[in-house]
């Protein structure tokens, strides 16, 4: 069971490229969620998904789309990469009802010179 | 808006020592509150606490909430090098989804 799988690990961007960050479970999970992670500010969520279809903005959303087409995949794009999106991302899901514990994926390490 | 504050940001001890990290939190309709525990990569689900003044246990781990004051404790007695790691509290409201909101974690460094 791979649970969450985030690609890449690794990404080097310049200023204003774009790309997109790659997430999927196979946990038939409804709810997914992308969250970045600086130093000394926690887990911080950008945007989030309760199902196919359905997707919100979370704390942090500028400079960044999603879009959920089927239950296993979450992508996050980064319109056009600015040196404040330097972080690591992670995507996270977890079972419909509200209470469960999100399942994290890996992470992505970004850096936009 | 949500609110999490992790105390203390880090912490040095050596093996064996006993350590307790605090959280504190405002969360509109407060619905639970949940642990986790960061090594290199993704972090890790240690406990969920929905009730007061019921502890979690987990080996030397332990953890308690109190709703009155709005906070948490989490414990780690007889501390390990693998112990190491930054603990991250997060807790749901019961707005948007239940969505989470992280305090900033606090870092473990347990010295042999």
């Known amino acids: 069971n791979a649970g969450v799988t985030q690609t890449p690990k690794f990404q080097v961007l310049k200023t204003g490229q774009s790309m997109t960050l790659q997430c999927a479970q196979d946990?038939?999970?409804?709810?997914m969620s992308w969250y970045r992670q600086d130093p000394g500010m926690g887990l911080r969520l950008i945007h989030y998904s309760v199902g196919a279809g359905i997707t919100d903005q979370g704390e942090v959303p500028n400079g960044y789309n999603v879009s959920r087409s089927t239950t296993e995949d979450f992508p996050l794009r980064l319109l056009s990469a600015a040196p404040s999106q330097t972080s690591v991302y992670f995507c996270a899901s977890r079972a419909g009802g509200g209470n469960s514990p999100l399942h994290f994926g890996n992470g992505t390490r970004l850096t936009v010179t | 808006e949500d609110k999490v504050v992790q105390s203390p940001l880090s912490l040095v001890v050596h093996e064996g020592d006993t350590v307790t990290l605090n959280c504190s939190y405002e969360?509109?309709?407060?619905?639970?509150l949940l642990w986790y525990k960061q090594e290199k990569k993704a972090p890790t689900f240690l406990f969920m606490l929905?009730?007061?003044?019921i502890e979690k246990k987990s080996g030397r781990l332990s953890s308690i909430l109190d709703k009155k004051e709005l906070f948490s404790i989490l414990n780690i007695t007889a501390t390990q090098t693998g112990d190491s790691a930054i603990y991250l509290c997060a807790v749901r409201g019961g707005t948007s989804y239940g969505k989470l909101t992280f305090g900033q974690g606090t870092i473990l460094t347990v010295h042999p």
């Open positions: 946990m038939n999970h409804e709810y």
């Open positions: 969360v509109t309709n407060f619905r639970s």
């Open positions: 929905t009730s007061s003044g």
